[in-house]
């Protein structure tokens, strides 16, 4: 009896080993898969942008797409990168890239001084304006004319700083799209935001709106990075060197009608 209770003993014994084994075979086995199917953290460029920024950035088809979207790309390509992109508020996509949730901002972003003194840039990789969009029988024909109007701009922008800087009265929008509706229902009497983004809202507008020819500013943008992080900004800096020395930058803006100056 004694023996046959050691038998069953040692069968339970090997039955639970093997119900074990088979257990840690699989979670191995799950481990790996979705090691496989997930890249690597370090091998993801994480980029945060704020597409209301035609033609730089923008949604079509439920996707981020434009002149930016497509520089992040051919970068991510040079350093061996996937790309990740995260559409937020462009003051939301300038903190996360100066606190590192994002590598980077790329979003028209101008490296001015004082956004230079909490972030990183990289070298500028296209100049750009500030411009004035009126509506198309307004008697705003100049910058000299704005005095005592109320003018539309983006929170956070260039534009935005510029025209508090020069004590204008303003109404500022998260969106330039936003600014332009002001515009046009009679909320504001000019809007100031980046020249070829005017641009292309005021195309929207079939005619209802102009964009004047005088620029407000001379400016550049760059992309921004976490204050201190110097080897993604270096790594970033090569790649858009050669993607300069190429001539495939230039052929990206050209592909969405944008004046490039390669100097």
């Known amino acids: 009896m004694k023996k046959f209770l050691k038998l069953i003993a040692l069968v339970l014994t090997i039955a639970m080993a093997a119900c074990c084994f088979a257990a840690c075979s699989k979670d191995k086995s799950n481990e790996t898969e979705n090691n496989a199917e997930a890249p690597e953290a370090d091998n993801v460029l994480t980029v945060a942008t704020n597409a209301e920024f035609p033609p730089f950035e923008y949604i079509e088809n439920g996707e981020v797409v434009g002149a930016d979207v497509d520089l992040a790309n051919a970068i991510a390509e040079k350093l061996g990168m996937e790309l990740e992109i995260t559409n937020i508020d462009f003051d ?25 003194k909490n972030m990183n840039f990289s070298e ?52 330039g799209a936003e600014a332009v509706s002001a515009l046009t229902s009679g909320k504001v009497q000019a809007v100031v935001i980046d020249n070829a983004v005017a641009k292309a809202l005021s195309e929207k507008q079939e005619g209802k709106t102009v964009v004047l020819d005088e620029a407000l500013t001379e400016e550049a943008y760059a992309i921004a990075l976490e204050l201190g992080n110097d080897e993604l900004t270096q790594k970033i800096n090569g790649a858009l060197k050669e993607l300069k020395d190429s001539g495939e930058l230039a052929k990206i803006f050209e592909s969405y009608e944008l004046p490039y100056d390669a100097e």
């Open 124 to 175: 500028d990789y296209y100049k750009a304006s500030q411009a004035i969009i009126v509506m198309a029988d307004s008697e705003i024909a100049a910058a000299a004319d704005l005095k005592g109007k109320t003018i539309a701009c983006q929170e956070g922008t260039t534009g935005e700083q510029y025209l508090l800087d020069n004590k204008y009265e303003i109404m500022s929008f998260k969106t």
């Open 92 to 116: 939301a996509a300038l903190t996360g890239a100066a606190t590192g949730k994002y590598d980077v901002a790329i979003a028209g972003i101008t490296a001015n001084d004082d956004r230079k």
